[in-house]
């Protein structure tokens, strides 16, 4: 095992967390965490008050976002790690792909709205910390607040995915942008939550290597949203494809997320950890 708590995934207000930088910090130091990664969607604004905050409580810290990809017609999540957050490509890059979800916020909100749901938009919108943000988690709080579902879990199943009332499909950034905006600004494109994802085994072959074509050195093996055959499962496939392993809760918030800031697994031994590459990019 790779005994280093390192948490290099999770989400803040900046995009759909419930808490600030500075709560997440104070939650991962108190959870032991040791090296940490804020990694909020298609963003890097909340980046300069977790550095801040991961050297108050004596963390480690890699720069971190999580990019939204559009891979053959389906959305796959590429993690970036220990990038210069002020490259100017890179913050481009992750303006743009943010930049659709204002309309399709409210394209949402007019099919909810047929579905009988009223007020999504205005709904969700008041948990939104970040107005270049609004995401489907918004939505989902909304829709538990407002009673018609008993979870964001439930909302998920019933809303908001393909075929479901309020999905609305959006192009987001492709794969091979994704990767280079974060190679180039110094960091590792990491495969976020494989497991999670619409693919075929062939699919799935394609995406990793066409990921790692494009320069992607890394892939989450121990996450949240990962059992334990899954992360065994993606431990050979790490090894398979020549890719490091990252560990990261995925942590929202304290009422949703299941796994807590480095309450996870440890690596599997054999595996490359993604923070020995990036060993001189750690703050
Ligand atoms: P968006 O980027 O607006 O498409 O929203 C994606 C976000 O929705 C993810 O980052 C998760 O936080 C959340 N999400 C997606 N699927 C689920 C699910 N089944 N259960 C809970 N949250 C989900
Ligand atoms: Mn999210
Ligand atoms: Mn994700
Ligand atoms: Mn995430």
Redesign the pocket.
Known sequence: MSILNADLHC?SVV??GTLTPEALAQRAAANGVELWALTD?DEVGGQHRALAAAREHGMKYLTGTEISVTFIGKTVHIVGLGFDAGDAALRQGLADTRGGRGERAMEMSDQLARAGIRGAYEGALRYVGNPELI?R?HFARFLVETGVCRDTGEVFRRFLTEGKPGFVPHRWATLADAVRWITQAGGIAVIAHPARYPLTANEEYALFSEFKAHGGQAVEVVTGSHTAAEAVRYAQTAREFGLAASRGSDF?SPDESHTDLGQLPYLPGELTPVWELLADRIQ
């Open positions: 989400h995009s759909d969607h995401s988690t929202h």
